[in-house]
């Protein structure tokens, strides 16, 4: 196989802005053709973009595959019209994803991961945006039988422990190297890796697979609920913690041992919202002010002056650099004041009134 890195992005066709309907097909066919025959089905399919990057190695093929909410199936039918009997690993970069497969369903957050097997079926769900890396390689290299498989498959392997972060942190190594065009992750190191994912797994089988600590299972939870009220601009610490049941310093300390703090955190999903619809040349017409609003900032200039302060330029450069179909013409917000810094005690985007 060529070692030559290949990049899909189903956006534009000769300088035009594709069809909803010919992006997404443009996109599943890319997935499909890349892997295994796949069914793919977004929620809506107007807001839909996906992207895809690939490098094979040998026998195994190295992606990383990212884009808005979407279930993928791999179906009985899609299985008969091609089964290599290879087994994919899925490292969750960004986002949040359920793998289900032989009963068993595995919730992934950043840097854990799960193995599935291509010759039954399964199922990916993404709820909202979401970046994955996934390996594709031959059964027999990871040394371990399908009866052995059909126990581990769907099982979430944590990265923030164990031999598990080990192997999390050289697949997001990995992913880095991927992503810079022109990178050549070399034949060594992807069997390094795999020797590694090998073991991992083995380590699984003899212990059981490992399950959730209650502090984990209230993060996700409490990760979901903030996901399905990101656009609530009054969204408070303090609701967050009462309603999943937990106290304001408990929910603040299990968010600051992952490494950031809530509102942080909040506040992160909702630029990587904003930025996505900015990005998407079938909203360009949808006002910025508009689309700060829609994800929970409270207002045009709190939008403006955040999405600056992190990303070094205003959401109109972002929109015109994805979309240059614009003619150069700059975009002007309507601002207002009426924000303060984000405080733990607060909304977390905190108007004044």
């Known amino acids: 196989m060529s070692n030559s890195v290949v990049a899909h992005h189903p956006r534009l066709a000769d300088g035009a802005v594709l069809a909803p309907r010919d992006r997404f097909d443009a996109w599943h ?3 499909s053709s890349s892997f295994v025959p796949l069914d793919a089905r977004p929620p809506d399919i107007d807001t839909f973009h996906g992207d ?7 026998d195994v093929l190295v992606s990383e595959v990212s884009g808005t909410a979407m279930q993928v199936s791999r179906t009985r039918s899609s299985i008969r019209q091609n089964d290599p009997g290879v087994v994919k690993l899925g490292l969750q970069l960004r ?13 992934l957050t950043p840097g854990d991961f799960a193995i599935y097997d291509t010759t039954r079926p399964y199922d990916l769900y993404f709820d909202d945006s979401y970046r994955m890396l996934v390996l594709m390689l ?11 498989l059909a126990r581990i498959t769907a099982s979430r392997i944590s990265g923030r422990h164990g031999v598990g972060a080990l192997t999390s942190s050289l697949l997001t190594t990995l992913d880095h190297q991927l992503t810079q065009q022109g990178a050549d992750l070399g034949f060594e190191a992807t069997d390094a890796i795999v020797q590694l994912i ?3 797994f083995r380590q699984v089988l003899e212990g059981g697979a490992p399950a959730p600590s209650p502090r984990e299972v209230i993060l996700l939870q409490v990760k979901q609920y903030i996901q399905d009220r990101l656009g609530e601009y009054t969204l408070s610490v303090a609701e967050i913690a009462a309603a999943n049941h937990v106290p304001v310093r408990y929910l603040q300390k299990i968010f600051a041992d992952s490494g950031e703090s809530v509102s942080h955190w909040i506040r992160q999903q909702r630029l990587n919202h904003c930025r996505q619809e900015l990005a998407d040349p079938l909203l360009v017409t949808r006002p910025i ?6 994800w929970g900032f409270s207002d045009a200039a709190s939008f403006a002056r955040t999405f600056k302060s992190v990303y070094g330029y205003t959401p109109g450069e972002f929109r015109y650099s994805y ?11 309507s601002l207002t004041a009426g924000l303060q810094p984000v405080s733990e005690s607060q909304p977390c985007s905190v108007p004044t009134s």
């Open 138 to 148: 031959p059964q027999e290299s990871l040394s371990l039988g399908r009866g052995q």
């Open 323 to 333: 979309n240059p179909q614009l003619s150069g013409s700059k975009e002007s917000l």
């Open 198 to 200: 090998s073991a991992t």
């Open 29 to 31: 066919q890319a997935v």
């Open 289 to 294: 002010s508009t689309v700060g609003l829609r």
């Open 95 to 107: 986002g949040y994803c359920v793998v289900a497969q032989d009963g068993r369903e595995a919730a």
């Open 52 to 58: 895809l990057i690939s490098q094979s190695l040998g």
